[in-house]
């Protein structure tokens, strides 16, 4: 329960001359299952999706235990450098031989350093481990993006459902898990056996969360065709199968009635027990958060109010002038 999963300082992001976030500090445990509250328009999708990757942040760090993820850009400039380099060398290499051996070496240095910026650029687009650890050694840094956050550890719901309608809710919870799978697609294409077992072993984990979230049954059923709480529960059921340290909740609860409300927030606990989750979320239904929330940080037009427990939060005077008004004079 120590243990820092999320370290967010100082987040700052500004839309032009708008400040969407001033400095906000959130930090949250392993097994701790905390709320972001406040008034419409306060910050709290911004800072959803700075965390996630989304959004780049006009200042601030983002650690995910204890690595750095996301920050302003430093020597963001020098990155294009870097893709030019290969093609800079090879055209050297070739000019230095095309004196000695013709002008047919100097022809091919031309085309492979054409190449080599080609590759250059797709390494820059698709950003693979090894080259974000090269721009690390040259002193560049560049943000993590969400497919690199869900990497990292950080899986996420939306507020307004984002599922593929037309895939089965057992799809769906297969689609979670693409990063987690190591078979190279030549692999797929020859049904290797290596792919095919952790294909049966993706299918059965896929189950077991579908069975998790009350969907075991529904698992060959079109997402569009499940009932909208059963669509709540699938959506939960897709970030858990990129076997998340930290659980991002945008609204869990919005668009249930009491009983499904009820069933969501007790899964919820369920789920931070039996996986050892970190738990941020974001909801306006006062009840869910008081009575889910380990902590809770309170934010208004984009800076932060408040901290604490439930009851503290509950009692002050800042949060309720935030949601009530001030006291007439």
């Not at 400040?19 to 406040?38: F, K, N, R």
């Not at 009820?262 to 369920?270: F, G, P």
């Amino acid at each position: 329960m120590s243990d820092t999963v999320l370290r967010a300082q100082r987040i700052t992001k500004r839309f032009g001359g708008l400040a969407a976030l001033h400095e906000v500090d959130v930090e949250i445990t392993a097994g701790q299952i905390a709320a972001i509250i406040g008034p419409n328009g306060a910050g709290k999708t911004t800072f959803f999706n700075i965390i996630a990757g989304i959004y780049e942040p006009t200042g601030g760090t983002v650690d995910l235990s204890g690595l750095r993820l996301v920050a302003p850009p430093v020597r963001a400039w020098a990155e294009p450098i870097l893709w030019f380099v290969p093609s800079v060398l090879v055209l050297i290499l070739g000019f230095v031989l095309g004196t000695f051996m013709g002008d047919a070496i100097l022809e091919i240095a031309i085309l492979v350093a054409l190449g080599a910026l080609i590759v250059m650029l797709i390494l820059a687009v698709a950003r693979p481990f090894w080259y974000q650890g090269l721009l690390t050694r040259l002193g560049i840094f560049r943000s993590a993006r969400p497919h690199d956050m869900v990497r990292a550890g950080i899986g996420r719901t939306f507020q307004n459902i984002r599922l593929f309608q037309n895939m089965t809710a057992l799809e769906n919870v297969l689609v979670g898990m693409h990063l987690q799978l190591r078979s190279t697609p030549a692999s797929a294409f020859l049904s290797t056996p290596g792919h095919r077992a952790e294909e049966a072993e993706a299918r059965e984990r896929a189950m077991q969360l579908l069975r998790r979230v009350g969907l075991g049954r529904q698992a060959n059923t079109t997402a569009r065709n499940l009932p909208y709480g059963d669509q709540r529960r699938l959506e939960l059921a897709r970030a858990l199968a990129a076997n998340p340290r930290l659980l991002l909740l945008d609204e869990p609860t919005a668009g249930m009635n009491p009983r499904e409300t009820v069933q969501l927030t007790n899964l919820i606990k369920e789920l931070r027990d039996e996986m050892g989750l970190a738990v941020l979320l974001i909801e306006h239904d006062m009840r869910v958060v008081m009575g889910i929330s380990d902590r809770i940080t309170v934010l208004d037009h984009g800076e932060k109010i408040a901290e604490g427990t439930p009851e503290e939060v509950r009692t002050n005077p800042r949060v309720i002038e935030a949601y009530l008004g001030a006291p007439s004079a």
